[in-house]
DNA sequence: ATAAAGCCTGAAGTCACTAGAGGGTCAAAC
DNA sequence: GTTTGACCCTCTAGTGACTTCAGGCTTTAT
């Protein structure tokens, strides 16, 4: 392999990736097929080196991979105006903001649930009890 | 079907869980089989509806299938002490505090990112420069 | 009688990987 | 020059918690 190419490994390394997670990205489309070597191993250039690290770190932020493919074809087009991209980041933003809201509810609600264990018998455990419907569950 | 018997779909209604669901829950050993109509139709009794519930909430509370299967073998042993009860819903907790922090971490990195948006073109967004690395990129 | 709604099974699809089987290639040590 | 071991290859299946689909039976309403 030349001086200028990595193999997956290398990439892997440079990248923080795992090497299968790059041929998955590969698989996906995410990113492209690089030359192979004689011996058909996979051989990427500066380039892929940038678009991984573009990927990971997208991805690092939470962006699905179709949010990433997007980001991807936006910001080949140097010309355009990056509208769209502060409008697909401030979506996954208020995603997240939701994600917390509903995470910090559950989080309230399931610690006042274990305060009230006093760690009984189950047949009194408060926390099965607030899971439980008040009537039926008996035989 | 029987007054005291509930479809499928009148139990899918009753819990707001889709029929697809319930079947699936019956496929993976969490909600036991219930009796057959002639028909072959699923006929729900009340102690199906209380399981089911069950389930729902502790899913809700963002338990995993498997954390719900052992607190139902927990809740059907009425006399031991709610002590592993109670270590499986802390230790769940800590798992939405990770989240929480994950979550809170990515949120500002994000809207920092977010902020610095001035609208120009892709070549000036700083959405898409902060994703990529310094250097490469360009061919 | 017929149409619509609801139910059945079994298999495949989703997301973003991860793991494994069964092999080929390459660099270095001996 | 051969052997060891690290690295690479493809293809397939598994994860979690469902969802969707295909193809067909049952029940309910008109």
Do not use: W
Request: charged content about 25%.
């Amino acid at each position: 392999m030349s001086v200028e190419l990595l193999s997956i490994g290398k990439l892997a390394t440079a990248t923080g990736t795992k090497v299968e997670t790059i041929r998955y990205y590969e698989s996906v489309g995410l990113l492209p097929p690089p030359g192979r070597t004689k011996g058909n191993y996979r051989a990427y250039s500066a380039q892929h080196l940038a678009r991984l690290s573009f990927i990971r770190r997208a991805r690092a932020l939470g962006f699905s991979i179709s949010q990433v493919q997007e980001l991807l074809k936006l910001a080949d087009q140097k010309d355009i105006s990056c509208k769209a991209v502060d409008m697909i980041a401030r979506e996954h933003l208020a995603e997240i903001d939701r994600k917390l809201r509903d995470l910090n509810t559950l989080r309230s609600e399931l610690s006042s649930v274990i305060v009230q264990c006093r760690h009984g018998t189950i047949s009194e455990c408060r926390i099965i009890e607030t899971l439980a419907p008040d009537s039926a569950a008996g035989g």
